[in-house]
Every structure is written in C-alpha cells, then in structure tokens.
C-alpha cells in the first residue's frame, strides 16, 4: 500500500507545470541594437522592414551622422533598431521577444543585421509611422508615387480636392500631403482659394508637403499674373523660368527628358546618400529662384540640387519641333542652359510654420527612361528622405536618450486601420482573381491593336503627321514611334506577371485570414476560464491589417473611372485598359490622317500620355499595393506563429489542471482507504497532512505558472 501511495505523489509531482520556461536567452546574448545600412540592392526591403516595424510598435532611429563601430564605416542615413521591451503596442514583447521578432522580421526581408553590444554616442532621429495623403484630384498624376510610397510600407491614401476643402488633411490625421506633377494652373484653380488656405493651415500646423513639377509650381511664390487667391506661397522661393507682368504670365519650359544634377554641399537629410552627380527626369518643371525671407511663417528656403551637365536623352523646350536643330546649335541659348550658368536650384526645402516643405521640380518618383515605368534609387530616395525628415523628431543623442524619449516614442507607435469585412471571401474570389484575368486579356488585345499599327508603320513610316510630333528624350518622332511599339509588348508582359505575383498575393492573405479567424475561435473557446483578452484584441488588429491589404488591391483592380481626368489615381487597372484599348484604335483610325489634333495623333496615343501610360500607371498601383500587402503578410505569419504557441500553451494547462485534478482526487480516495484501514489516528493525520501541504504547493505552483503566461 504505501508503494502505491509514493507512486501517486511522483505522479504528482511530475503532473505539476514547470515555472521555467525552456526558451531562455542570455541577456548578454541580445544586443543592445542593431544598425543597417542602406544602399542601392537593399533599400526597398530596408525600407519596408523598417516601416512595418514602426507600425507595430518598433521604434526605429535614423542615424544623423557618420560613425565607425568595430572597425566598420555607416554613413548617415542608416536605421539603427533599439532592443528594447515593446509595453505599448498590441502586440507586447518582452526584451527576449522583441530581439526575437526583430530578427524574424529581417530574415523575411532578407535584411543583415549588425548587432551593437556596446554604447556608443551618435545623434538619430525618431521616426514614426507616416500616413500620407496623394492628391489624386484634377491637374494630377499620382500613380508613380503611389508605386514609390506603397511599395517601401508607407500608408497612402487618395484625396482629392473636395476632401481638401472639407479639411480632410487635418481630421484625417495625415502628416504628408503630395501633390504630383501635371498641371499647376489646374491644380492651384481646383483647389480654389479655400482649398489652398486648408493646405496652408496643416503645413502650419506640423504637417508636411511634398511636391514635383507642376505640385511645385503651385507651391512656391505667388507670381504676377496668377490669380493671387490660388496661391499656396509655402516656400521662400520664387519660379525663376517665367515671364511675368501685370497681365502677363508665360512659363519658360526647360525641356523633357534626362538631365544631370548634382546635389549642394549641404546636411540636409533630403539628399541624404544620394551621389554627387546623378540622372533624373525633367519634364517642363520649375527652377527656383531663392529669395529673402517674405513669407511670414517661411523659413529661409535651402537649395538642395542644381543642373550639372545635359545627355542625349534631354530635349529643351525650344526645340520640341525640330530635334535636328538641337543637335547642330546646342543647347546654349536655352532656358535650362541659362539656369544652369546661373546656378539655380531644382529641389529646395524649408519650414512653413511648424511643418517642412520639399519641392521638386523634376521627377524624383520616375524612372529614366521615356516610358517612366517604376522607379530608382537614385533618384527615388530623395522623396522618402523628404517623409522621413518631415515627421521626424530631434536630432537627438543616441546614448542618452532612451528616458527622455520614452514617452515620445511610445506615441509614434502603432498606426490602427479598421475595415468593414463583411462578404471578404467573396470579395476576394469574385472581383480581384478575375479582375486580374480580366486585365491580361484586354493586354492581349493591345497587343492584337499594335500589330496593325506595325504594320501601317511598314508601310508608311513618314505618315503626315509625324513630322510636326514633338520630340522628346533626344529622340526624333520616328525614333519615339519606334521605341513604344518595342516599349508596349514589354509592359504587356510584365503586367501578366505582376498579375500573377498579385494573384499570390490575394491567395495568401485569404490563407492567413482563414488561419488568424481559426486561432480567434480556438481562443475564444478558452475565454471563461483563461484571460486572452489582450490575444483577441491581437487578432482583431492583425484581421483589420489583412482587410485593409485586400481592400487596398481591390482599389487598384475594380472598374472605376477617375474625378475628371484620365489619370486621377483611382482609376482601376481595368478602366485603365479599357482606355489603353480605346488609344489603341484612335491611333489606327487616324495613322493615314492628313491632320490630326493632340487628341488624335497616333504618337501621342500610343505613347506616354496614351497607351503605354495607362499600362504604366495600372503597373504602378498593382506593384505598389502588392508589395504593401506582402509586407503586412510578414507581420501576420509573426503573430499567427505567436498566437499558436498561446493555443497550445492554454490547451497544455488545461491538459495539466485535468490531471491535477484527477491525481488530487485519487490521493484523496487513497488516504480515506488508509485512513479507514490504519486504527492509528496519528498515523492518518500525518498523512492526510504531507497529501494536504502537497496539494497546496502544487496548486499554487500551477496558479504562478498560469500568470507567467500572460506576462
């Protein structure tokens, strides 16, 4: 009998949950950061990591200053990730937890970390996560930047002008607005005087503003000749390139295509990494002319980069009609020329009030090529170090600043979205696979299009019109019809397999939807007896993430035209084709025209304001919303990994308090047995004593444990 007895207690003891956990670190394992670098083959996932870090609650720093660790050179720029417990955001991590997930975020992007284990004293700004609103109203075209801000992680969203005046910047809570390129007379007249005051007042207020071409024209000194209600005036600065009189005003185009820059010895975080001397697209811009201080709340305006040398892919404007008289006189008595001898800036940058102001007169957020399909780093980093010197705070030292910034950082931490999900599963098998399908087809009838306008090409390579086309990027109008008809079966094809990868894409978020609503009813199941408040509120947020996501591809998908222009930006890809198809045939109808007009001509249907255009900008939405929505895949494998080990935690101690249960009972039978069968009182007070002090032990062995859990 009492062999029986003892192998009840081991039974007990071994039944009891452990307090240790079996997954410990050393802390002198963790570092107490980590830095990265950036450069040109890592800095979109850099990027991405980093802003999907700062928006789960991961605060990151951007390093202010050239430094040296263990023998290594980081340049200014870099991102530094502190080691630290994450208390604030909805998904809480101990200082093991946070190295953990920091590492499995990096692994996903593929990213090197370089760990700092010892203190060091460099200056870093505090970065947050950013929200921006894109104009995509009348006047703009917001779908390269869309591509640029999206696919690096940042929150984007269209607005337009309506929402402008309603005051949508501020109640929004947006801290950038970006107003693209087009047409600043359109931009400045739709956003009406109120319109223009609202943005005035949230640049004022700490908001942001980021501009090219025609955003910047709007954006700088009031002019003679403009209407002065339309003026934005954000930036002390004046447009250097136009005539101007009372009752006149006439803008002096530089030119189109490829010119080289260089950037002004200056600090300034905006062209931060970007080399001495660079290509990027001018397309009829503004020079600035910096001025003294006239705007009340403007700062002195900062030229940050000049023209430095042409190449045979730039135009002037004074020889749009006759390309051949470029290439035999030069570009001496031109306008960019002039600029470029006077040394006038492109991009400049200052304060307005209690926000920042970055205008760029060429194209940062092109690609330099005629085309303009996607972007580069170099030129595309300037308008994300514009974001990021925008909404960040300080500089501040790094090796004293983890007390004073608490608080500050906290803050910044988490960016929530809420999304309606009814009907999600449906959405997402219904309208995005086949409006995808969709899209591939009607490339294919461009292409069926094409072939007749190469073979009317063949037959007749000097039609009428093509000899009063404008020239653009050095090129002859033969030369331009020539690279789109090679240009266009290329974007055909790169949209059948941006189709596909967002196809995959659509195929994962339902995956990990369907995964994360399992989780949340196997915890829910667990609700009465556990506390998993704070995993279900987990789970809502990561749910909000992925509808969101979903919703963001269905945008750049569905069929819907734009405000008033054909590029507004929330045109979907299938509309988008639709009008590709509709250039296509206003090409073929008028190839054999005697005269054609600029809505005619079959160079400029084909081309970069036609069907080639809407195929780019249908590519710019689907790759940038792709890219947003694979990484909020990442975070979401993260928590779905996280949450199973709770499931399987809470299933294990339920597991164990069943047993112990059922082992306390049978000791309690066990003693009243030999309390019955032992006549010696004494004997059985022992032992029902050593059973009762066993119990207690092991139950509050098993409370602690339980709290553990939820630490």
Same mark, same amino acid.
């Given at each position: 009998m009492m062999n029986k007895f003892f192998t009840l207690l081991l039974v007990l003891a071994f039944a009891a949950p452990s307090v240790f956990h079996s997954n410990v670190y050393a802390v002198n394992s963790i570092p107490l950061a980590y830095v990265i670098p950036v450069n040109e083959? *890592?800095?979109?996932?850099?990027?991405?990591?980093? *802003?999907?870090?700062?928006?789960? +609650?991961?605060?990151? !720093?951007?390093?202010?200053?050239?430094?040296? !660790?263990d023998g290594k050179s980081y340049v200014k720029g870099s991102f530094m990730i502190p080691v630290k417990s994450i208390p604030i955001s909805l998904i809480k991590l101990s200082y093991v937890e946070t190295n953990d997930f920091v590492n499995f975020i990096a692994s996903k992007f593929g990213i090197s970390l370089t760990p700092i284990t010892k203190s060091i004293e460099i200056y870093v700004y505090v970065l947050k996560p950013i929200k921006i609103a894109l104009y995509g109203g009348h006047g703009g075209l917001p779908?390269? !930047?869309?591509?640029?801000?999206?696919?690096?992680?940042?929150?984007?969203?269209?607005?337009?002008? *309506?929402?402008?005046?309603?005051?949508?910047?501020?109640?929004?809570?947006?801290?950038?607005?970006?107003?693209?390129?087009?047409?600043? *007379?359109?931009?400045?007249?739709?956003? +009406?005087?109120? +319109?223009?005051?609202m943005i005035q007042d949230f640049v004022k207020s700490g908001g942001g503003y980021i501009s090219s071409c025609a955003g910047s024209w709007a954006a700088a000194l009031g002019c003679v000749g403009w209407d002065p209600s339309y003026n934005l005036q954000l930036i002390n600065a004046k447009i250097w390139n136009v005539i101007e009189g009372v009752g006149v005003f006439k803008k002096l185009y530089p030119g189109i295509g490829v010119m080289t820059f260089k950037i002004a010895k200056t600090d300034n975080p905006v062209v931060w990494g970007i080399p001495e001397t660079f290509n990027m697209v001018w397309w009829q811009g503004p020079i600035f002319d910096v001025v003294s201080n006239v705007l009340p709340y403007a700062s002195k305006a900062e030229g940050l980069v000049f023209e430095y040398a042409f190449t045979s892919s730039f135009t002037a404007a004074e020889y749009y009609s006759n390309i051949t008289a470029q290439l035999e006189k030069g570009f001496n008595e031109t306008t960019v020329y002039k600029a470029l001898d006077q040394g006038k800036p492109v991009v400049v940058s200052g304060s307005y009030g209690s926000g920042r102001v970055v205008l760029f007169g060429p194209h940062p957020e092109f690609k330099t090529e005629l085309v303009l399909n996607g972007f580069s780093y170099i030129p595309g980093r300037m308008p994300i170090n514009a974001a990021l010197w925008i909404t960040s705070s300080g500089p501040y030292l790094y090796a004293t600043m983890d007390s004073a910034l608490s608080s500050q950082v906290s803050q910044n931490m988490i960016g929530r979205v809420n999304v309606e999900m009814n009907g999600l599963s449906t959405l997402i098998n219904e309208n995005l696979k086949y409006g995808l399908s969709d899209a591939v087809e009607k490339s294919k009838t461009v292409l069926s299009k094409l072939d007749v306008i190469r073979a009317l090409y063949q037959s007749n390579p000097n039609p009428p019109w093509i000899s009063k086309s404008l020239s653009w990027f050095g090129m002859t109008p033969n030369q331009m019809f020539e690279y789109y008809l090679s240009k266009i079966p290329e974007l055909c094809n790169e949209l059948e397999n941006v189709a596909k990868m967002t196809n995959t894409t659509i195929s994962k978020l339902q995956e990990y939807y369907t995964k994360i609503i399992g989780i949340e009813e196997s915890l829910k199941a667990y609700q009465t007896k556990y506390d998993v408040n704070e995993e279900l509120t987990l789970i809502n947020d990561v749910k909000n993430r992925l509808a969101k996501a979903m919703y963001y591809i269905d945008e750049a998908i569905s069929m819907k035209p734009g405000p008033t222009v054909t590029y507004g930006g929330k045109e979907g890809v299938l509309y988008l084709m639709n009008v590709a198809i509709t250039k296509m045939n206003t090409a073929i109808a008028n190839y054999g025209a005697t005269t054609t007009t600029s809505a005619t001509e079959p160079l400029r249907n084909i081309g970069t304001y036609g069907a080639a255009g809407c195929i780019v900008h249908a590519l710019n939405s689907l790759r940038g919303r792709t890219a947003y929505a694979d990484a909020e895949i990442i975070y979401a494998e993260y928590v779905i990994s996280k949450l199973n080990r709770k499931v399987n935690e809470l299933q294990s101690m339920k597991t164990q308090e069943s047993n112990l249960l059922t082992n306390i009972n049978s000791i309690l039978d066990y003693v009243k047995s030999i309390s019955a069968s032992i006549p010696n009182i004494f004997n059985t007070i022992i032992a029902m004593g050593i059973v009762t002090i066993l119990i207690i032990s092991t139950t509050i062995m098993f409370i602690y444990k339980k709290m553990a859990s939820k630490r």
């Open positions: 083959s *890592n800095w979109i996932k850099v990027h991405q990591m980093v *802003n999907l870090l700062l928006k789960v +609650g991961v605060p990151v !720093y951007w390093v202010a200053q050239d430094f040296t !660790y779908t390269p !930047y869309l591509e640029l801000f999206s696919t690096l992680g940042f929150t984007v969203d269209f607005v337009d002008d *309506n929402e402008i005046r309603a005051g949508a910047l501020k109640s929004r809570g947006y801290d950038i607005l970006v107003v693209p390129g087009d047409g600043s *007379n359109a931009e400045l007249i739709t956003f +009406g005087s109120e +319109g223009g005051a």
